[in-house]
């Protein structure tokens, strides 16, 4: 007696390749999930902010006498509400924001923020754009998904 199991597919390679032209299409354009990780950079920099650099990996050094005397207070960066702004909110002065469909430059050109970031002469660093290793891996995945959803759609 002869047994013959014969099995035929008529769709899977067709709907695989619809889910890999769909994933492809999205590499195209990936300003929707650049939106998303700018808007977090965003949430992030106000922590950074209100942490007086905790968050992004220590507090900032702390003013020196004579510039507390100057200033007639100790707290860090308190007059540079539009270097903070530029950073944390959408379309503030001296923002730096360009999308592209493939890339996104975020950053701010305010006066200062060089210093700020990398200390100069007699300012120590008080670093505010740093983000940790958790941030990159978790925006990461967000270009992974926003790359394979198409394969979470159902087969048929």
Do not use: C
């Not at 002869?2 to 390749?17: F, K, N, W």
């Amino acid at each position: 007696m002869v047994m013959i199991l014969r099995v035929e597919d008529y769709g899977t390679p067709a709907v695989v390749a619809r889910h890999m032209q769909e994933s492809g299409m999205s590499t195209v354009n990936m300003k929707e999930v650049y939106y998303r990780i700018i808007l977090d950079i965003m949430r992030l920099e106000e922590e950074i902010w209100k942490s007086g650099g905790r968050r992004s990996g220590g507090s900032w050094a702390k003013l020196a006498e004579a510039t507390v005397r100057k200033k007639g207070h100790d707290t860090i960066l308190i007059d540079t509400d539009k270097l903070i702004n530029s950073v944390t909110k959408l379309d503030a002065p001296y923002q730096i924001l360009q999308v592209e469909s493939d890339d996104f430059t975020f950053g701010t050109y305010r006066p200062g923020a060089t210093t700020h970031e990398y200390g100069r002469g007699h300012v120590p660093m008080r670093p505010f754009m740093r983000f940790s290793d958790y941030d990159q891996k978790r925006w990461a995945s967000w270009m992974l998904q926003h790359i394979t959803k198409s394969f979470e759609k159902p087969t048929m």
